[in-house]
């Protein structure tokens, strides 16, 4: 099983990315995803979660109203739109489903 991030890079504060995690030939539709992020020094922190149909989402009060969860379950695929990016939001983003874990995707924000 390979979960794969994707939509990472450098934005100015104040910017929107989306991050994209694709999960080929997984039984994604059963899982309940969820992204996590690690800024340098820290530990890995829950950004997010939905449900498995995408009818339920659950943030990160650091995050909550800037960021948005949504998933394609036709298409294996967990989004993480980011509005209004922060400096503090710099981390790798990394998507999760049940013990499997994608590689990771580097998040700058700076100006």
């Known amino acids: 099983v390979q979960l794969v991030e994707s939509g990472g890079g450098w934005v100015q504060p104040g910017g929107s990315l989306r991050l994209s995690c694709a999960a080929p030939?997984?039984?994604?539709?059963?899982?309940?995803m969820s992204w996590y992020r690690q800024a340098p020094g820290k530990g890995r922190e829950l950004v997010g979660s939905i449900s498995s149909r995408g009818g339920s989402t659950n943030y990160a009060n650091s995050v909550k109203g800037r960021f948005t969860i949504s998933r394609d379950n036709a298409k294996n695929t967990v989004y993480l739109q980011m509005n209004s990016l922060k400096p503090e939001d710099t981390a790798v983003y990394y998507c999760?489903?049940?013990?499997?874990w994608g590689q990771g995707t580097q998040v700058t924000v700076s100006s």
């Open positions: 999760q489903a049940g013990n499997y």
């Open positions: 030939g997984f039984t994604f539709s059963i899982y309940a």
